[in-house]
């Protein structure tokens, strides 16, 4: 490949920035966007933004990174997304991974803010903000389920009771 195209006897042009065309070439739209740039044929090629990436030369579109992984690089030319940890989950855009809210987890390759579940002793909507179950009351287990108070005994009972009921006092 070259970085320009015949235009007449021995005159050639350069492609634009960021593309190049094969020997012979005698049009502007014989220039092609390089691996990690998209634009149309002959026109201005641009970085893949973060969170894409383009491994052949040409027009086709960035490819965006798979859910619940990232990537911060421009211009990738290979899909070198990386894997979001436990607790966090990946942006809308996958350029980045976002910490879930204070007392929540999430699985690794979370890929949305409602991954991310409130831990056990603790009770809110998926992605929202987690309260502390009040004193008399308890949650064993992640995710969205109330706090509970509890009779051990007989056969063991979980009685649910509302948000709002405050046993402090």
Not at 20 to 41: E, L, M, Q, R
Request: charged share 10%.
């Amino acid at each position: 490949a070259i970085t320009g195209l015949q235009t007449g006897s021995n005159n050639c042009t350069s492609c634009p920035a960021h593309s190049n065309s094969v020997n012979g070439s005698s049009a502007t739209t014989g220039c092609k966007c390089n691996a990690g740039y998209t634009g149309p044929d002959g026109g201005t090629c641009v970085a893949c933004v973060a969170g894409t990436f383009k491994a052949s030369n040409g027009s086709d579109a960035c490819t965006q990174c798979a859910a619940g992984k990232y990537s911060a690089a421009t211009g990738a030319t290979s899909d070198s997304c990386a894997d979001c940890a436990r607790d966090t989950y990946s942006s809308a855009d996958n350029s980045q991974c976002e910490a879930c809210p204070s007392d929540s987890v999430s699985e690794p390759l979370s890929s949305a803010l409602t991954d991310c579940k409130c831990d056990a002793g603790y009770t809110g909507p998926d992605g929202g903000e987690c309260s502390a179950c009040v004193v008399g009351m308890y949650k064993s287990v992640t995710g969205s389920l109330p706090c509970a108070v509890g009779d051990i005994g007989a056969g063991f009972r979980i009685y649910p009771v509302p948000a709002a009921t405050n046993f402090a006092s």
